[in-house]
């Protein structure tokens, strides 16, 4: 309920400027087809209240209730009486009618749709039918070069501020769109690709691989004995370590190089156009940095890492071939004794063989 309230709010805040911009404007521009009607003054009243006060009584109304965005709809539709309501007792003046109209239409259809338009026609239908009950029919075809000429600025301005608010939504909502996107391709953890994105890209990787011929290497990280450290010093303690080896992961590795979070103590790395010989000199750098790795608040504390290394061998039918040619090489390099760096069976043969350029 309170996630609700508060998407409702936000909505009330969006609609607050349009509205009170839009209903101003109106009235300003609205008076010279008003003037000449001879109106009483409860009338001049009743209009400048719907143009300057209704639109701040709409917002109180909805950022005090339990469910603002239904009062905020209820606060469109009383908008749309208000609109049904000016356009025949201004005689349905034809420009100043239209423009209330689309006005009305178009607030309508932005907020909510094909049945909002609906629901909306209808009370301005209401509205109408109002300033009938109350003035009676009458229909003034003619519009003056005065009204005219007032009617100009809403004519220009309005679709000014609606085309500016649209456009702010617009950005805003592709920005969420964008960071939703992230956060479905990391891990919230580490910040490193989460276990289906990488597997993704290890698939694409490996077809770049058989399409050009070319050099990549994929790595599988082990942070040895890491329940040990989860057990003896806490889960706060462990990802902290996570989130620190990760920051050293991405210092060590360019731009191209994909790296990921296989899963709770595991990490992945993809190395295009690195050679094998190339990426155990990146992966010993590593190694050693994180056997110097010291946690302030626990100076016991001490990682090692295992580490199994694979190129793309041209024997390799799938990507997932690739990726179990590692896997069992850090499974050597944890069962003869850890904190070293291990590659794959292929890769130790006499007649392993590279994929060239």
Known sequence: MDNQRGRGLSFSRRIYVPRTFGLGIGCICMMPALYPLDMPTWVWMFYLASGFVWPHLAYQRSSRAHYPYRTEQRNVLIDSVLGGFWAATLQFNPLP????????????VAIGGVKMLVRGTL????????????FGFTFNPYTTTLQIYACLPILVLYP???????????????????????????DSLTGLLNHGSWKDL?????????????????ALIDIDHFKRINDTYG????????????????????????????GGDEFCVILPNRSLAQTQEIMER???RCCDFRYADEPELRLSLSIGLASCHPAFEDASMWLNETDKALYIAKNTGRNKISTGAADMLPDAVLIKP
């Open 123 to 134: 009370a301005q239908c209401t509205g109408i039918a109002l300033s009938l009950l109350v």
């Open 202 to 218: 290890l698939q694409l990787s490996f077809q770049t691989c058989r399409r050009t011929h070319s050099d990549a290497t994929l």
């Open 286 to 288: 590593l190694r050693r």
């Open 160 to 186: 000014f501020a609606v085309g500016m608010i649209s456009y702010r939504m617009t950005s805003a909502l592709a920005a969420h769109k964008r960071t939703l996107s992230a956060l479905s391709r990391t």
């Open 235 to 262: 889960h706060i303690v462990g990802d902290s370590v996570l989130r620190q080896f990760s920051n050293e992961l991405k210092e060590n590795l360019r731009a191209e190089d994909l790296a990921g979070r296989y």
């Open 97 to 108: 009618a239209i423009i209330i109209v689309s006005m009305m239409t178009m607030n309508n």
